[in-house]
């Protein structure tokens, strides 16, 4: 289909454009900078047109969360797919995936309409104690990890504990503490061209560097625990690391407790209590940075549902009062600020190269919001709800706030290495009640994949 | 003769992966690191009698006044479309044992039929669902319990009849990272109303009065929160409670017989093992020995909310039933992935057969749903003849394989053509 997308403001930081009115053409499903004629033409006068949001964090897919409908009785995939869509997203990432339960978050994510999905590799580094500690073997730690990311059918690598500590007390000459695993993860993503996505916490934040070539931090929420790590947090982002901030909705009180234990150090708690002064430090710090890496995430249990609301604590500052009162930041997030933080940096995080920008080439996945226009344009409260247009790979999948498209073709993105097994990977299978065969991802599991070089 | 390694089994939800398997003309005939139930599926034996052999179903039927004839297919499908859309009350019963895409199919179908779907094993399933919104839940994959856990109880459950290789691949004698030793490095219990082969490997092994389990769990909490036991709780309470204060890492796999106590065993042994977490890891893992349980469940939570049977008598409300159906209000039955008239108490048979309620059955062999079905549709076995998609115990899912050829066509194509008749 030929598209011509007429009159609206487009804001795409990548291309430097701030609202400026121009047309923005699509053939098949890519942006193009000309076109001979359009099937059709959407105007788009007094809208915002951005590409599609991407979100980092979502936790739609991680092993457990089916329980979570048991306290609050969903949404359904579905539903989450559908509510997605109406915010303007296009990509949801899910942020853990583990070798073990990859074929389950593959299946979930498959079921999550409309939306493109990807997923992170966690990564255990207690099953890698010894060979971390041995420099001739991180070549091997590389592979295994790249050989890794292929057969879970995942897109990056994250580490939630980047240490390696164990509960008994047998096994306590193995354990490798933060600073020196950390020490130890940036030499080997430098040597061997990996990138990290280290889950934020007081430890990692409060090191004395973190390279910004080998490590984002995610949910850089969950470090603040002091006003120190706040300061820390600031001295990263403005060395170069790129973080997402982790809004949180306050729920003091969520009701009984489903955690999770992956075989990490802790267990994966799928329904935290957040108090209002966790949820107040994420925003302050998410309003304090006013560079240009810092990418907007929720933290889970906050439902994709609220996330206008995180959103109008960002954009405008008299509907923050609301909630905060008069004490927090005057700051007030641009539209071009907000579509950095929801549309461009996340695609980079993740390596979509082609998303998150509107350049030629750009794959057409772009979100349409109505505009109030005032002395300066802003997105209310109920735009940010519902968007007017959603174009899907060329595909138009809201119309005019109807969902005209439910079953819009999605597909699933993983990295493809073509890497191969290592005596590492046999290490780490052999604690498995699976055989390896049945541990890596089978076509019929998920997808559609696409592999990404 | 074809050596295929590695193939997935079907036979109960640990759904081992480790099967060697030689093929003659393209069929089993023999298998390594198989349990009975493997066996009974693989190379078509009776469960509880090995050498006798299951029959096949071959050809799709109906019977018409007590006689079974051989239809075509499309004349099955016709007959079972009929009988499930002039129905007022159909049910779609079973499922546990169906592949996901089997169970997906039935979904569909139910919701078209305006049906109500009901899982084999939910009188056991919905009373852990209702327990742990009450509780909440620590829960943990079979990989991170046979790592972790230095204390296993298995609580109305005998694993070595429901899932045979659970204590040897999972839990008791499995070496995991942290349990080198296997047993030596556990301790495990077992609370029952009988005496089963689990007493020689569980110390302690605590039979108790039936309907005494709800008041045993409560007299273990009790204790853990150091009040003195009651004198009407049950004995072996202190017992109990010793050797889960000693645990660093437990985990209570609660089998069917859970069930028959009633819904406050579940609500008991969840709320004992929230208090346990309070300081240490103790997870409560129903034990379902149908392959694909977790597989039905799963599917129900993601598609509709609710682990509990879907009813979709008023489309635009759809509610989710925690209760096992009223089957005297039933009218239609359409049972795949189960034997529903062996799971019936005598009595519920009885009014079926008097009321004369027609049941569609889909089953790859004969059994007692099948000899009194009005619609006999074969199907291939899942995982066996037919790839599918299947969940193990703990949620995880597996892609089955299929290592035979198929006579039948497969569950989910049954339904999906079923669905196209309606």
Same mark, same amino acid.
């Given at each position: 289909?030929?598209?011509?997308?007429?009159?609206?403001?487009? #804001?795409?930081?990548?291309?430097?454009?701030?609202?400026?009115?121009?047309?923005?053409?699509?053939?098949?499903?890519?942006?193009?900078?000309?076109?001979?004629?359009?099937?059709?033409?959407?105007?788009?006068?007094?809208?915002?047109?951005?590409?599609?949001?991407?979100?980092?964090?979502?936790?739609?897919?991680? #092993?457990?969360?089916?329980?979570?409908?048991?306290?609050?009785?969903?949404?359904?995939?579905?539903?989450?797919?559908?509510?997605?869509?109406?915010?303007?997203?296009?990509?949801?990432? $899910?942020?853990?995936?583990?070798?073990?339960?990859?074929?389950?978050?593959?299946?979930?994510?498959?079921?999550?309409?409309?939306?493109?999905?990807?997923?992170?590799?966690?990564?255990?580094?207690?099953?890698?104690?010894?060979?971390?500690?041995?420099?001739?073997?991180?070549?091997?730690?590389?592979?295994?990890?790249?050989?890794?990311?292929?057969?879970?059918?995942?897109?990056?690598?994250?580490?939630?504990?980047?240490?390696?500590?164990?509960?008994?007390?047998?096994?306590?000459?193995?354990?490798?503490?933060?600073?020196?695993?950390?020490?130890?993860?940036?030499?080997?993503?430098?040597?061997?061209?990996?990138?990290?996505?280290?889950?934020?916490?007081?430890?990692?934040?409060?090191?004395?560097?973190?390279?910004?070539?080998?490590?984002?931090?995610?949910?850089?929420?969950?470090?603040?625990?002091?006003?120190?790590?706040?300061?820390?947090?600031?001295?990263?982002?403005?060395?170069?690391?790129?973080?997402?901030?982790?809004?949180?909705?306050?729920?003091?009180?969520?009701?009984?407790?489903?955690?999770?234990?992956?075989?990490?150090?802790?267990?994966?708690?799928?329904?935290?209590?957040?108090?209002?002064?966790?949820?107040?430090?994420?925003?302050?710090?998410?309003?304090? #940075?006013?560079?240009?890496?810092?990418?907007?995430?929720?933290?889970?249990?906050?439902?994709?549902? $609220?996330?206008?609301?995180?959103?109008?604590?960002?954009?405008?500052?008299?509907?923050?009062?609301?909630?905060?009162?008069?004490?927090?930041?005057?700051?007030?997030?641009?539209?071009?600020?907000?579509?950095?933080?929801?549309?461009?940096?996340?695609?980079?995080?993740?390596?979509?190269?082609?998303?998150?920008?509107?350049?030629?080439?750009?794959?057409?996945?772009?979100?349409?919001?109505?505009?109030?226009?005032?002395?300066?344009?802003?997105?209310?409260?109920?735009?940010?709800?519902?968007?007017?247009?959603?174009?899907?790979?060329?595909?138009?999948?809201?119309?005019?706030?109807?969902?005209?498209?439910?079953?819009?073709?999605?597909?699933? #993105?993983?990295?493809?290495?073509?890497?191969?097994?290592?005596?590492?990977?046999?290490?780490?299978?052999?604690?498995?009640?699976?055989?390896?065969?049945?541990?890596?991802?089978?076509?019929?599991?998920?997808?559609?994949?696409?592999?990404?070089? | 003769?074809?050596?295929?390694?590695?193939?997935?089994?079907?036979?109960?939800?640990?759904?081992?992966?480790?099967?060697?398997?030689?093929?003659?003309?393209?069929?089993?005939?023999?298998?390594?690191?198989?349990?009975?139930?493997?066996?009974?599926?693989?190379?078509?034996?009776?469960?509880?009698?090995?050498?006798?052999?299951?029959?096949?179903?071959?050809?799709?039927?109906?019977?018409?006044?007590?006689?079974?004839?051989?239809?075509?297919?499309?004349?099955?499908?016709?007959?079972?479309?009929?009988?499930?859309?002039?129905?007022?009350?159909?049910?779609?019963?079973?499922?546990?044992?169906?592949?996901?895409?089997?169970?997906?199919?039935?979904?569909?179908?139910?919701?078209?039929?305006?049906?109500?779907?009901?899982?084999?094993?939910?009188?056991?399933?919905?009373?852990?669902?209702?327990?742990?919104?009450?509780?909440?839940?620590?829960?943990?994959?079979?990989?991170?319990?046979?790592?972790?856990?230095?204390?296993?109880?298995?609580?109305?459950?005998?694993?070595?009849?429901?899932?045979?290789?659970?204590?040897?691949?999972?839990?008791?004698?499995?070496?995991?990272?942290?349990?080198?030793?296997?047993?030596?490095?556990?301790?495990?219990?077992?609370?029952?109303?009988?005496?089963?082969?689990?007493?020689?490997?569980?110390?302690?092994?605590?039979?108790?009065?039936?309907?005494?389990?709800?008041?045993?769990?409560?007299?273990?909490?009790?204790?853990?929160?150091?009040?003195?036991?009651?004198?009407?709780? /049950?004995?072996?309470?202190?017992?109990?409670?010793?050797?889960?204060?000693?645990?660093?890492?437990?985990?209570?796999?609660?089998?069917?017989?859970?069930?028959?106590?009633?819904?406050?065993?579940?609500?008991?042994?969840?709320?004992?093992?929230?208090?346990?977490?309070?300081?240490?890891?103790?997870?409560?893992?129903?034990?379902?020995?149908?392959?694909?349980?977790?597989?039905?469940?799963?599917?129900?939570?993601?598609?509709?909310?609710?682990?509990?049977?879907?009813?979709?008598?008023? /489309?635009?409300?759809?509610?989710?039933?925690?209760?096992?159906?009223?089957?005297?209000?039933?009218?239609?039955?359409?049972?795949?992935?189960?034997?529903?008239?062996?799971?019936?108490?005598?009595?519920?048979?009885?009014?079926?057969?008097?009321?004369?309620?027609?049941?569609?059955?889909?089953?790859?062999?004969?059994?007692?749903?099948?000899?009194?079905?009005?619609?006999?549709?074969?199907?291939?076995?899942?995982?066996?003849?037919?790839?599918?998609?299947?969940?193990?115990?703990?949620?995880?899912?597996?892609?089955?394989?299929?290592?035979?050829?198929?006579?039948?066509?497969?569950?989910?194509?049954?339904?999906?053509?079923?669905?196209?008749?309606?």
């Amino acid at each position: 289909m030929r598209l011509k997308i007429t009159g609206g403001r487009i #804001y795409d930081p990548a291309s430097g454009w701030q609202g400026e009115v121009r047309d923005l053409l699509i053939e098949g499903d890519r942006v193009v900078s000309r076109l001979t004629a359009a099937d059709r033409i959407i105007d788009a006068k007094r809208k915002m047109v951005v590409a599609g949001g991407i979100d980092l964090g979502a936790q739609v897919a991680t #092993y457990g969360a089916t329980f979570l409908y048991l306290l609050n009785g969903g949404p359904t995939l579905r539903e989450l797919g559908l509510a997605y869509a109406f915010l303007g997203y296009t990509h949801v990432h $899910e942020p853990f995936l583990t070798p073990v339960t990859a074929a389950l978050v593959h299946r979930r994510l498959a079921a999550l309409p409309i939306v493109d999905v990807s997923a992170s590799l966690v990564l255990n580094l207690r099953d890698l104690d010894a060979w971390l500690k041995d420099r001739d073997r991180w070549g091997e730690i590389a592979e295994t990890i790249r050989f890794l990311l292929e057969k879970t059918r995942s897109l990056d690598v994250r580490l939630v504990e980047p240490f390696v500590r164990y509960r008994q007390e047998f096994y306590a000459h193995r354990n490798i503490y933060p600073d020196e695993a950390l020490d130890i993860l940036t030499r080997l993503a430098l040597d061997h061209r990996l990138k990290f996505i280290v889950q934020a916490s007081p430890d990692v934040v409060n090191a004395s560097y973190l390279e910004p070539r080998a490590f984002h931090l995610a949910g850089l929420s969950q470090a603040l625990q002091n006003g120190g790590a706040g300061a820390a947090a600031l001295r990263h982002l403005d060395a170069g690391v790129t973080a997402d901030c982790g809004l949180y909705l306050p729920r003091p009180d969520p009701g009984p407790q489903i955690k999770v234990d992956l075989g990490w150090y802790q267990p994966l708690n799928l329904n935290p209590a957040i108090f209002r002064q966790q949820a107040r430090d994420a925003l302050d710090l998410a309003l304090s #940075y006013q560079g240009h890496n810092l990418a907007f995430s929720a933290m889970a249990p906050t439902p994709v549902r $609220e996330y206008p609301e995180l959103f109008t604590w960002l954009l405008d500052r008299t509907l923050r009062q609301k909630t905060w009162g008069k004490e927090t930041a005057e700051r007030e997030y641009s539209l071009s600020d907000w579509t950095r933080a929801t549309r461009t940096l996340p695609a980079q995080i993740l390596g979509l190269t082609d998303r998150g920008h509107l350049q030629p080439g750009a794959r057409a996945d772009v979100a349409i919001y109505d505009l109030s226009e005032g002395k300066k344009p802003r997105l209310s409260p109920a735009s940010l709800r519902r968007v007017h247009t959603l174009i899907k790979g060329g595909e138009i999948v809201i119309d005019n706030f109807q969902l005209v498209k439910p079953d819009a073709a999605k597909a699933t #993105y993983f990295r493809r290495t073509e890497a191969q097994a290592t005596a590492l990977v046999a290490d780490i299978c052999q604690y498995r009640s699976f055989r390896p065969e049945s541990l890596w991802v089978p076509d019929e599991l998920g997808g559609p994949w696409v592999g990404m070089d | 003769m074809e050596l295929k390694e590695s193939i997935i089994c079907p036979g109960c939800a640990c759904l081992c992966d480790d099967l060697d398997i030689i093929l003659e003309n393209g069929r089993p005939v023999a298998i390594h690191n198989v349990c009975t139930w493997g066996v009974g599926k693989f190379l078509a034996e009776k469960k509880l009698r090995p050498n006798k052999e299951r029959r096949r179903l071959t050809d799709p039927q109906i019977s018409r006044h007590g006689r079974a004839e051989k239809v075509s297919y499309e004349a099955a499908l016709g007959e079972a479309a009929a009988i499930l859309t002039q129905a007022r009350r159909p049910v779609i019963y079973g499922l546990a044992n169906s592949g996901a895409w089997a169970q997906e199919a039935a979904l569909a179908l139910t919701a078209n039929l305006k049906a109500r779907l009901e899982p084999a094993d939910l009188a056991f399933m919905a009373p852990f669902y209702q327990a742990v919104q009450k509780h909440g839940l620590f829960w943990a994959p079979l990989e991170v319990i046979r790592d972790e856990a230095d204390a296993v109880v298995y609580w109305g459950a005998n694993p070595l009849h429901s899932c045979p290789r659970h204590a040897v691949r999972y839990a008791v004698f499995a070496r995991g990272r942290f349990t080198e030793r296997g047993i030596e490095d556990r301790q495990v219990a077992a609370v029952d109303i009988y005496r089963t082969e689990l007493a020689g490997i569980c110390h302690p092994y605590i039979q108790i009065d039936p309907f005494q389990e709800a008041a045993l769990a409560e007299a273990v909490m009790a204790s853990l929160n150091g009040h003195p036991a009651s004198e009407d709780a /049950p004995a072996d309470a202190d017992k109990l409670a010793a050797f889960f204060a000693n645990a660093a890492y437990g985990v209570i796999f609660c089998g069917r017989g859970v069930a028959y106590g009633g819904p406050q065993v579940f609500d008991r042994l969840a709320a004992l093992a929230a208090r346990l977490n309070e300081k240490k890891p103790f997870v409560l893992f129903p034990l379902s020995g149908d392959f694909n349980s977790a597989g039905l469940y799963e599917l129900l939570l993601r598609e509709t909310g609710s682990p509990f049977a879907p009813d979709f008598a008023d /489309p635009a409300a759809p509610t989710s039933q925690a209760s096992p159906v009223d089957f005297q209000e039933v009218d239609a039955v359409l049972v795949t992935g189960a034997d529903l008239l062996w799971f019936l108490q005598a009595e519920q048979v009885q009014d079926l057969k008097k009321r004369q309620v027609p049941i569609v059955a889909l089953s790859p062999f004969a059994d007692r749903t099948t000899a009194q079905a009005r619609v006999c549709l074969p199907v291939a076995l899942d995982g066996i003849e037919a790839a599918e998609i299947a969940y193990r115990m703990d949620g995880l899912p597996v892609l089955l394989r299929p290592v035979a050829s198929a006579s039948a066509p497969p569950a989910h194509r049954v339904l999906a053509d079923l669905n196209l008749f309606l």
